[in-house]
């Protein structure tokens, strides 16, 4: 197919917050309630995504880790991985989509027109 082309959107703020979204919109031309995002992450693009009226779609296939990558993080640091998410942000918000092994799932979910 033809090249995907990329661009940068400057929005002036940090995941999670929804301006990320909102002003990505805003420069695509496209209305939240139109677009959709993926992310593995439960605070940071999910809790973003619906804070921003944007379809959410939680990748739990992204959030798998080897665990001998964690192994030396997790030694070091006198808290547990769980514990900082949930202070940092609260509690972990419930996907309205979820894909479990692939970005293809999309396809199941949504139909996609230009």
């Not at 999670?16 to 593995?40: I, Q």
């Not at 918000?93 to 396809?107: A, F, H, I």
């Amino acid at each position: 197919g033809a090249p995907t082309r990329l661009r940068r959107i400057e929005t002036g703020a940090d995941k999670p917050d929804a301006a990320v979204l909102l002003h990505t919109c805003e420069a695509m031309a496209v209305l939240p309630r139109h677009t959709t995002c993926v992310g593995d992450h439960l605070h940071k693009d999910v809790l973003m995504a619906q804070t921003a009226g944007v379809h959410d779609v939680w990748a739990k296939y992204g959030t798998a880790r080897d665990p001998a990558d964690l192994a030396l993080p997790e030694q070091l640091r006198h808290w547990h991985s769980s514990t900082v998410d949930t202070e940092r942000f609260g509690s972990a918000p419930t996907p309205t989509y979820t894909l479990e092994t692939s970005l293809l799932e999309l396809r199941d979910l949504f139909d996609f027109a230009p």
